[in-house]
């Protein structure tokens, strides 16, 4: 399998310079370390994946279902 991704045939894939690789390396774990990164992951947390098939109120919107339920009732 060819993960290159050349654009066209016969060009050859370089390689990224070694102080390049390094320096999107620290990028990229000074930006995972980020205060924002760290908020959106205690954010994630608070709730899992399943409180979204079973919220609070027992509805997906309480707005909308209290607009559905004075509809109901007109």
Same mark, same amino acid.
């Given at each position: 399998m060819?993960?290159?991704?050349?654009?066209?045939?016969? #060009?050859?894939?370089? =390689?990224?310079?070694v &102080?390049?690789? @390094?320096l999107?390396?620290?990028?990229?774990?000074? #930006? *995972? *370390?980020?205060?924002?990164?760290?908020? #959106? =992951? %205690?954010?994630d947390r @608070?709730?899992? %994946?399943? *409180?979204?098939? %079973?919220?609070?109120?027992?509805?997906?919107s309480?707005?909308t279902a209290g607009?559905? /339920? /004075?509809?109901?009732e &007109?």
């Amino acid at each position: 399998m060819d993960l290159s991704f050349a654009r066209l045939h016969g #060009q050859h894939v370089t =390689a990224l310079p070694v &102080e390049l690789a @390094v320096l999107l390396v620290g990028v990229a774990s000074r #930006q *995972a *370390a980020s205060p924002t990164a760290r908020m #959106q =992951a %205690a954010i994630d947390r @608070v709730h899992p %994946a399943g *409180a979204l098939l %079973a919220p609070l109120d027992g509805c997906f919107s309480a707005v909308t279902a209290g607009a559905l /339920r /004075r509809w109901k009732e &007109e």
